[in-house]
């Protein structure tokens, strides 16, 4: 790919004819790359409603724990290295969390990915006018991080192979080869998700049978590309109203997986009092293997 500020273009060395394909920079500033074959729906990935829920829930701080223990592990991994890193956020979604990334000295370009075209917008339009999109001169005191929004699959990630230092992948899903493949010798994998216990009260209002969180359950599938360097747990105490709480459950599988008289009921018990919950993650932080 050749990077411009209003059309990409590959340089054809993959296609049969070496037709260099473009692709166009959307005004918002992010770049498409999802064939349509790719897609398992008309509209694939979070909805624009998740995406404007999730926007309000952290922007109030609630997972702000979580925020601070990603930043603190990026910055110990990127801190043993002189060479500015490529990191990949796959399954950016919004990007609260890459837009904390993009503030983290040592990361000299910063591709976020997601296969939602209304999540990447998003995130384009907070990057353009913070001045980070990489065609952008970065703004006086602004961080130097290079930020590339890209709509595409995880499973089919239009990188090259071995071409980031890192990934982070939080609440995302886990492809061990498609994450080996284009990360570096020794590049870094940390991992995100919900620990035993997240979230219990509110999923025991809302399910009449709960199925505990088994987090690591993929850990042997990626056992034969990456160690595990550390594993992290952090939690914190929520007391929702109901507008929060109807944004916490907009943004999770629980908006479609509960009964809407059970999500009513939980909702109008949290007009008279905040219901109150825990959130608890895991943090998984994984190096790749030399030579796998």
């Not at 930043?71 to 110990?76: D, G, K, L, P, S």
């Amino acid at each position: 790919m050749q990077p411009a500020a209003d059309t990409w273009r590959c340089d054809g060395s993959l296609h049969p004819k070496q037709t260099k394909h473009p692709f166009d920079v959307a005004r918002q500033g992010y770049v498409n790359l999802l064939p349509v074959q790719q897609k398992k729906s008309k509209a694939p990935g979070d909805s624009q409603a998740s995406i404007e829920a999730r926007q309000r829930f952290l922007a109030a701080g609630h997972y702000q724990p979580l925020q601070a223990l990603l930043e603190q592990q990026m910055r110990q991994l990127l801190g043993q290295s002189d060479t500015a890193a490529n990191w990949l956020d796959v399954g950016c979604g919004e990007g609260c969390y890459t837009q904390a990334m993009a503030q983290i000295d040592g990361i000299a370009s910063l591709i976020a990915a997601d296969i939602s075209k209304p999540a990447v917008s998003t995130l384009a339009k907070a990057s353009k006018a913070a001045g980070q999109l990489w065609y952008q001169q970065p703004k006086e005191g602004a961080a130097q991080t290079a930020v590339y929004p890209l709509v595409t699959s995880a499973a089919h990630l239009p990188l090259r192979a071995h071409s980031v230092t890192g990934i982070s992948s939080i609440f995302s899903p886990i492809l061990p080869k498609a994450f080996a493949e284009v990360l570096c010798d020794t590049g870094y994998l940390i991992i995100a998700k919900p620990d035993s216990q997240h979230l219990a009260s509110m999923r025991e209002a809302l399910f009449d049978s709960v199925r505990e969180h088994n987090s690591d359950k993929f850990l042997h599938k990626l056992a034969p590309h990456f160690t595990l360097l550390a594993t992290h747990h952090v939690s914190t105490e929520l007391s929702l109203a109901a507008n929060g709480l109807a944004d916490l459950m907009t943004m999770t599988p629980y908006a479609y997986r509960a009964h809407a008289e059970k999500r009513q009921a939980l909702l109008e018990l949290s007009e008279h009092a905040p219901f109150n919950t825990e959130a608890r993650f895991v943090v998984y932080v994984l190096q790749k293997q030399a030579g796998k």
